[in-house]
């Protein structure tokens, strides 16, 4: 089925419920297996991205050279996320340091646990290297003297601040973690 068809029978089952959708927003893009070699017979650039529930999607290839859906993390709203926690390490700046450690390890627990996607491992990275950086900034301005060496933030940052992992393999991962690809029932 054709994506003008699609978008046809959307605004009308939409228009059923007096909805409709907003032109800005909505649009069809070229965004399959073959776009990239389709795109590139016509002389037109890369595949197009679009935004969704936070991520950029993006055409991709796997290391054997197969399609494969790109997810990672729009880069507007990780920017906001980090303005956001320098502000609270501000609010909290002479707080004891276990309780501003605590406090990190939850936010950025909670934002690897939803980003955590295949693919989106690596600016996960920078995201943990830019809080271990807000967060030495807000413990340098505790006092008058620096005396936060870099051997005892890096403890610190380690104990607290948690690396990113894996928290949503692909699907055929999940499903066989169950049965080991196997029936339960032998």
Known sequence: MAGSTVLMQLQERLARFGLSLNASKTGVIEFARFAARNRR???????ETFDFLGFTHCCST???????ILRLKVKKRMRAT????RDELKRRRHEPIRAQGQWLTRVVSGYFNYHA???NLIRLGGFRLAV????RQALKRRSQRNRL???RYGRLADLYIPRPRNAHPYPEH????????RSRMR
């Open 41 to 47: 017979k016509r002389g037109l650039g890369k595949p």
């Open 62 to 68: 796997n290391r054997s050279g197969g399609f494969q």
């Open 82 to 85: 980090l303005l956001a926690i």
């Open 117 to 119: 996607v295949p693919g």
């Open 132 to 135: 271990c950086r807000l967060w």
């Open 149 to 151: 060496q870099w051997l």
């Open 174 to 181: 999940r499903f066989a973690s169950h049965t080991r690809s």
